[in-house]
């Protein structure tokens, strides 16, 4: 039975996953019975499920050191060091995650809400993982769909429910042209599976140069730049980040953005005849494609996060320029990328970027989540005045995270941005530089209003005095990613290792 | 004596005050509060300890060595081979086992601090060149951080770490209840390792960074009451007058460097050859050195016309007063100029210049004294004429270089000495101060002799020293002073100058002796007159404020006739090195004239205000002029405002012109381009979710259209 070999074979590479998934199925059909027919439930039950999300968590996180690894495999799934280096960014973003929300949540919804978060940690995974058209899209709404529920349980006012229809509508509407581009590939190749994808591609069967498949990865790609938050589909962002809880708004400003580029790494190379991301120059199409985006991205982010009055749409357009900024990695792709492990590629620049900006960006807003309380959530920038004299340590964090996200040393930020600087700046095209330099620009204009958040909460008086309600959990998460942006600036050496090893033995 | 032994007693000296200001910066506000003082109580005792061993110790030393944690056997012997080979290979350099016995030191190495290798590529260049260039060749710069004990450093270490301790103990009395109490004791001991280490540096590089660090420590402890705007403002005076003497030091230790090509001690001063060669290559560049290190000192040690910020410094605690601003950090410039004899020697000029700056600042400051009614400011003046006084002898190798090392000596005693008396006049007019409620001048108070009994019999005897009563500390080193400044006006071709200088330095010590006891018995003499501040009651100093004063009222007794006369203070001073044993001998002549000088001033106070008190305020009147010259402080304040201050805030005003119109401007209109942007693209983000969808469909067409347009 050759066929279910290798389906117990395949089964054997996903066992994280498979831990989670499981996790996610025990809490969505005991949770409710835990609950009353009131919506009344025992006192403490959040702690339960959040505990049992952690064990989970870490249970996965054992298998995923554990895991065996594949290359070249024809199975669904491919656990090469790619899918090993998103695994990782997506578990580690999942002890965060579970952290933040363990303070959101109340003990009614709790069960749902982790099991949420679970699942679309799983469907992260599943996206790196995949060896198929169909199983990437799988796992792109293994995370969508979660994500609906996570945010509309987020909070219950009239803000947070139209946040997450808008959420829910638009990114119905992207996933339906992902789904449409991955179609037309399909309709060019003749396959789903990758690894044949790549084989036909790679011996230029005819139909490759065709302007079809340029039109395809169009569309697809314009589908996944809506979880990129990439210019001109980021439009929901804003709204959304600013009506949802800040555990979801955490959630959505990396996670998304974590499936997306890992899909786009999957495709991409097929797209350009390459046989694996190391191997990917991008073709000149794409070139431009994420050229343009780039630029336009950042520069947009930030312009607008400038004049931005709420913190949770500051954030918001500051997660869109970060965007631009990672944009920038795939546009100056190289193909020897990943080859000399300290030589700076987009590709690694990219993959060493994303846990950084995780890091610093889920931080701040777990000091959001910690500072507010239940009945009023941080939201304009007047909250966060003279937050160093009211709870000074959130402050400090809060501090440290922005200047990550500025890129600022001594944090992980700044080494970030020097990576995907030095990689534009090293292929030594006119495109490229210009993008090198549009990207340094584009920090400093950046550095203003990352700044003024700084200054206001060092230099100003306090204005909204809140009654600080205990959230432990949020501001330990944010503790441990101050800390660990600032040891990242002074060891980064295993993570740029990683990230390179992560873009250069793929072979899809 | 071993190595072993005192290379840990060498690197105890500064690290127990250094331990000690860290615990009490971090623990102090929170933890030891009012018990901030045990800290450096202790470090300092185990300090004037370990300063005592060593000076006792140090002469036992057979020779030149060094002493490590880590012994770098290449790196010591290096600077003297390379300095051999790079100037004169006919002259070797190295020390006469005769002579280095005569000079003992140590050196304790802790590790490399700075460390610039050579350009690479002079080497390569350099062959084809016919005439090797000196400098090039040098461009490597090592600065390791070694602690250095020899003779001079050693008498200063004694003193100052026993000047300290007694101060440290009198400020817990006086800084009681104090909020700053635990910062206080925090500076005190950041002040104290500071200096020592500032003395016990090996190389020109570490002695400017400790020099700047206890120039910190005095502007954080000047501005101790930063609340006082008075304080405040004396504090930035102190810092920003101190920065032109820096930038001196600063010139000349780049100058060493490229003529030297090394900065450490051993390099520079310890090779006669090798300054000689670069005198006679270079014949200016020894002067310029010299007029460099000591426009250094002229801003440390407060000498005209850089002397402006030292009586403002008064506003700092008096505890601070009297160890950083009389007895130890302002004698830095003359421990400098001391240091560096075998340059000064080689360079005529500057030492001209030295001892008639030292004059002119003797004079003046003793003048302006004679009219403050500040108790404190009158010791601040006399400490400053003092200085004067300390510089005046250091110049005297001018006449003849023989003369260099008595000059020094005399130098260094008075500075010795003057430690002493002054930390116990400061001390002593503390306690005046603190059981006066806080109020220091002397028309408010008077005949204090009956209520403040110990303040009375301890400043007396600190006043008779400085006026230079016979057999007291003062006395034995004024008068060195006097006999080498007469030593010179009889050789030489300077004759003149210095018997000039002589007469000037004579009438000043008269006026020394005059004002000291007008101070003295004003405020202790007279009808008992206490100001409403001090409450019903003065009273006396503690006994934890008592106990300094009776140990320095010995010290400012018996110091002098213990080491003076017994030549044990120029014997020892003698082993430095660049300094040569020299007959020392009595001069009855310059002891009968000082002995005239002393009992002629302190006559004249008595005349003036015990029996006839009325007198000088008729003589104030009569020379009305001078007397106002005298109480403006010759308005060389106004006269440095006008000269230095306008100009520079004219220029400052104009920067501010042009960088409020022009960057600002520009920065500005750049800065608004974003938010104009931003406010027209905000209609697209209206909130309604299909028009969302249509922008991205709308995006969705341009990316296909611009795909397709490349290909």
Redesign the interface.
Known sequence: MPAFNELNQAAGLIIPEIILIATVCIMFLTGPFLVSENGSSPVGLKHRWGALALLALLCSAFAWLKAPMTDGSVGPFEADAFAWYVRGISLGAGFLLTLILWDQTDDAHAAENFACLLATLAGTSFVALANDLIGIFLGLELVSIPTYILLYLGRADWMSREATIKYFLLSIFSSAMVLFGLAWIYGVAGTTNLASIAERSHRAIPGFEHGMLIVAQVIMIAGISFRLTAVPFHFYAPDVFQGVAPSASAMLSFLPKVVGFAALLQILPLCAGAEGIAAWAPTKNQAWLFTTMALVTMTFGNVMAVRQTSVLRMLAWSSISHAGYMLVGLAVATEYGGQNPNEASGQAALMFYLPIYGIVSIGAFAVLAAAGTRTRPLRSLEDLHGLSQTRPALALTMAVCVFGLSGLPPTGGFLGKLNLFVAAWVVNSQLSRTLAVALAANAVVAAAYYLRLIGLMYFEAPKTILEPEPRPASAVAGGICAVSTLLLFASPQWLWNAAAAAVSLVTA | MSQEMLAPLLCLIPAAPLLSAVITALLGPKLLKYRSHIPCWSALAVSFAASLAVLLLLPQQNSAATAGFIPPPDMVAAPEAESGAATAPAAIPTLAPTTAADKPEVVVYIGEWLALEPAPETAEVNPADTIPDKNRQRSGMRVPLELRVDSIASIMLAMVTGVSLLVALFGSGYMHHDPGYPRFFAAVSMFVFSMCMLVMSNSFVMLFVFWEMVGLCSYLLIGFWFRKPSAAAASKKAFVVNRIGDFGLIMAIFLIWTSFGTVDFAGVLGNPDRIQAIAATNSGVITLICFCLFLGAMGKSAQFPLQVWLPDAMEGPTPVSALIHAATMVTAGVYLVARCTPLFVLAPQAQLLVTGTGAITAAIAALIALTQTDLKRVLAYSTVSQLGFMFMALGCGAADPGLATMAVTAGMFHLFTHAFFKALLFLAAGSVMHAMGDVIDMRRFSGLRKALPITHWTFLVGAAALAGVPLLAGFWSKDEILAVLMAASRTGEHRLFFGSILVVASLTALLTAFYTFRAYFMTFWGPEKFPEEAGHHPHEATPIMAWPLRILAVAALLIGLAVGPTHLFSNTLAKTTGLTPFEAHFHLDVMALSVFIASAGIGMAWMLYVVMPKVPGTIAVVLKPFYVISQGKFYLDEILYVLVVLPLRGIAFLSTLYDRLVIDGLIDSL?TV??V???R??S??G?V?T???G??W???V???V???G??
Do not use: E, K, T
Request: proline letters at 4%; aromatic letters at 8%.
């Open positions: 800065g974003p938010r942007l931003g406010d693209i905000r697209l983000q909130g979710v028009a969302y969808a922008l991205m709308f995006g969705l341009v990316l296909v611009i795909c397709l490349i290909s």
